[in-house]
């Protein structure tokens, strides 16, 4: 995209946003957009650049609305018309919200209708891995815990089994003792 | 040196991570860059927090506030 350079000093270039209700049909779509091209193009706007995003789910809800289409022109205008033009936006029929922004000097134009859509994509392939990570994390907890948990019985069965016999033998051995050393006793 | 500021270090190691991209311009129709300073609850993020530095945390709340009113991103979820 090329940058956005200003030709001449009374002419500016704005960014104007139009967002309408999706369920329009066909034709009244096509009349609104005709509407806000002509309305821009009378004041002595000139198209530079223009932006259809399609529908969108919106954040909440707008006069009944829950999903909407966006607009994004580039318009080179005088910016005394700005004013009379944003009131005459606020009038238009089926405009659920419209917004001029003056770009900053040096801004490039890009259109965000087909970087948001890979950006979706993207992110839906992102939080897959990022599940999976989870999931290999969790699976491998889970291993370590339950080979933990054999090895503690293991060694505890083993110490069992260690104590034991001598436990045993120490008894034998002192009974033993006790009956040799026993001087009622006699064979 | 003070305890504290050997204490807390974290804000300062923070760097803004629109400055790393030499970001400009935050635009209010670019979603995904501004999605990662936005809370569960849509509000924007505090600086002590993101690492973002003055300048672009002014840029971030006007281009929020901007998409905030064309219902691109919610006021409160």
Redo the contacts between chains.
């Keep these: 995209m090329p940058e956005l350079t200003e030709i001449s000093e009374d002419v500016r270039i704005y960014e104007f946003?139009v967002?309408y209700p999706s369920n329009l049909s066909q034709k009244e779509e096509s009349t609104l957009l005709k509407d806000v091209e002509t309305l821009i193009e009378e004041q002595g706007g000139k198209q530079v650049s223009k932006d259809m995003w399609g529908k969108?789910g919106?954040?909440?809800r707008?006069k009944g609305n829950d999903e909407?289409n966006?607009v994004?022109y580039h318009y080179e205008l005088d910016p005394s018309k700005i004013q009379e033009l944003d009131e005459s936006l606020r009038i238009t029929k089926n405009v659920?919200?419209h917004?001029i922004?003056k770009?900053?000097k040096?801004?490039e134009i890009?259109k965000?209708s087909a970087?948001?859509e890979t950006?979706l994509k993207e992110?839906e392939t992102e939080e897959d891995r990022r599940k999976k990570e989870k999931e290999a994390r969790l699976a491998k907890q889970v291993a370590d815990k339950a080979k933990r948990q054999v090895k503690k019985a293991a060694k505890v069965a083993s110490e069992e089994k260690e104590e034991k016999p001598e436990a045993d033998k120490k008894k034998i051995s002192e009974e033993l003792d006790k009956l040799i050393s026993d001087d009622d006793l006699d064979i | 040196m003070s305890k504290k500021g050997n204490r807390r270090t974290d804000p300062k190691d923070k760097k803004c991570p629109y400055c790393e991209k030499n970001i400009k311009y935050i635009d209010w129709k670019d979603y995904p860059a501004m999605k990662p300073f936005i809370d569960y609850f849509g509000n924007i993020m505090k600086r002590y927090y993101t690492g973002v530095c003055l300048k672009h945390q002014k840029m971030l709340k006007n281009s929020v506030e901007r998409a905030r009113f064309m219902g691109m991103m919610a006021y409160r979820k």
Excluded: K, Q
């Design positions: 946003c967002l969108r919106l954040a909440y707008i909407g966006y994004v659920l919200r917004m922004v770009p900053p040096g801004y890009t965000f970087s948001y950006w992110r």
